[in-house]
């Protein structure tokens, strides 16, 4: 725990190199924190240290941190794959959704989202190069279903999540978060007025801040190497 708080300003030292390379504000780019696999006393450190946001991919686990720490002022961001079993968990514990996809799922969060909650904010998470393992709908057919998300009573469309192939420099690293970016400025011509692009990672932040990320999501890079369970 005790490599979190250092860890933790080396990124936001990226962060800012980055944007002062684009010529960006700091605050023009959120830093969600990826918890997953490390537990409560981990979130707890990089609290301390300043953070507030944090990203989970498993929500059942997440679900625990988020209860055991529920009088701390936390932003949890549901940053995996929503099955229609999990949609209540997701529901009624995040503040954020990145990953939906699909009119279906959207629609049981919206359904199932507590009355005295606010709005739960949402990003629909795209498929940019078409990578045939990947979740996240087509570019093609993305301002339809942030249309339909739009009209949910209690979601709120925040913008667009992709996760690319990880590329094999920064040039090609910016191609791709392009794409995403270009998308994000169509919809907005359309009228959507969306104020989210979550891309970049551990690896490729500073491209993905080069390309207009709003919002990257760092995980290793803030709280060490991932053991996953055998």
Same mark, same amino acid.
């Given at each position: 725990m005790t490599m979190i708080p250092k860890q933790l300003k080396a990124v936001q030292a990226r962060i800012h190199a980055a944007c002062q390379a684009a010529g960006r504000a700091d605050d023009s780019v959120t830093l969600l924190a990826v918890s997953k696999t490390f537990d409560a006393d981990a979130v707890l450190a990089a609290f301390e240290a300043g953070q507030t946001a944090f #990203?989970?991919?498993?929500?059942?686990?997440?679900?625990?941190?988020?209860?055991?720490?529920?009088?701390?002022?936390?932003?949890?961001?549901?940053? #995996?794959?929503?099955?229609?079993?999990k949609t209540r968990l997701v529901a009624e514990h995040f503040d954020w959704v990145h990953t939906v996809d699909r009119l279906k799922i959207a629609q049981r969060l919206s359904e199932q989202r507590p009355a005295h909650l606010s709005a739960l904010q949402v990003c629909i998470q795209v498929n940019v190069d078409g990578g045939p393992t990947k979740s996240g709908v087509t570019p093609e057919d993305a301002l339809a279903l942030v249309q339909a998300v739009k009209?949910?009573?209690?979601?709120?469309?925040?913008?667009?999540?992709?996760?690319?192939?990880?590329?094999?420099?920064?040039?090609?690293?910016?191609?791709?978060?392009?794409?995403?970016?270009?998308?994000?400025?169509?919809?907005?011509?359309? #009228?959507?007025?969306?104020?989210?692009?979550?891309? #970049?990672?551990?690896?490729?932040?500073?491209?993905?801040?080069?390309?207009?990320s709003t919002m990257v999501r760092v995980g290793s890079a803030i709280f060490g190497a991932r053991h996953y369970p055998a």
């Open positions: #990203g989970e991919n498993y929500i059942q686990e997440a679900v625990q941190k988020i209860t055991a720490l529920r009088n701390l002022p936390l932003v949890w961001h549901c940053i #995996g794959p929503i099955q229609s079993n009209a949910l009573p209690r979601l709120q469309v925040r913008g667009l999540m992709c996760i690319p192939e990880l590329a094999t420099d920064c040039v090609a690293a910016c191609a791709l978060f392009k794409r995403a970016r270009d998308l994000f400025d169509a919809l907005n011509a359309e #009228g959507l007025t969306l104020d989210t692009l979550s891309m #970049g990672m551990s690896a490729d932040l500073e491209a993905a801040i080069a390309s207009g």
